[in-house]
């Protein structure tokens, strides 16, 4: 079991660009989580997935964010027109259909210049 | 929603000494709290997890425990060692575990 896969690693932007940054869940799990982390912060609860459906995005910024999970490949966490204050890394977790636990993948560190 | 609370925010211990780090939720609903290790640069990891069923869990040198009536929660970390130096996350959910929300952060340092 490979764990919860992110990628890429490491995202450098323009400002304007946009970003995409992907999740695949683990084995057998079939929901997923995305946190942003600012530097020296701690983890804030984005959007909530499960396949092809959005169950929570309560924490998604109203504007240029959206999230996917569509029924074949990965999640995508998608940032139009980045600015400088999306710099940050942002983790994805994935959880089984009965979510008592969580698993965090590496996370995906995005610089905006 | 949920407020998630974490003192201290740094921490610094000799080797062998323990480490107590609290934590304060909002949420009467919050029936899950897992805690996090996160090395600099890493993913946070779970290292011990609580529900609210359960007053106190141990696994080796870490240990937590919860006082629901008080709505707060306290890691601790017996003999420490200087690579348990990192930065600890705790985190309050109700029921489903991914959908978390997360305290500030504390920085622990043990030193040799």
């Known amino acids: 079991n490979a764990g919860v896969m992110q990628n890429p690693r490491h995202l450098v932007r323009r400002r304007g660009q946009e970003a995409r940054l992907r999740c695949s869940p683990m084995?057998?799990?079939?929901?997923v989580y995305w946190y942003r982390q600012l530097p020296e912060e701690g983890l804030k609860f984005m959007v909530y997935?499960?396949?092809?459906?959005?169950?929570?995005e309560s924490g998604m910024p109203k504007e240029r964010f959206s999230a996917e999970f569509p029924k074949e490949g990965p999640s995508i966490l998608r940032i139009q027109q980045v600015v400088r204050g999306d710099s940050a890394a942002y983790f994805c977790?994935?959880?089984?259909?009965?979510?008592?636990?969580?698993?965090f993948g590496q996370g995906t560190r995005l610089t905006v210049v | 929603g949920e407020n998630v609370e974490q003192h201290p925010s740094t921490l610094s211990v000799q080797e062998g000494d323990s480490a107590v780090i609290k934590c304060t939720y909002s949420?009467?609903?919050?029936?899950?709290f897992p805690w996090y290790k996160q090395e600099l640069g890493k993913r946070p990891q779970l290292i011990i997890d609580?529900?609210?069923?359960?007053g106190e869990k141990k696994d080796q040198r870490i240990a937590v425990t919860l006082n629901k009536t008080a709505k707060h929660f306290s890691l601790h970390i017996t003999e420490t060692q200087p690579e348990d130096s990192a930065v600890y996350f705790c985190?309050?959910?109700?029921?489903?575990?991914?959908?978390?929300?997360f305290g500030d952060g504390t920085t622990l340092t043990v030193k040799p």
């Open positions: 977790a994935s959880s089984p259909p009965v979510p008592t636990e969580a698993f």
């Open positions: 084995k057998g799990h079939s929901h």
């Open positions: 997935l499960q396949k092809e459906n959005i169950i929570d």
């Open positions: 949420d009467s609903a919050s029936n899950y």
């Open positions: 609580i529900r609210s069923n359960v």
């Open positions: 985190a309050a959910s109700n029921t489903n575990a991914g959908k978390s929300t």
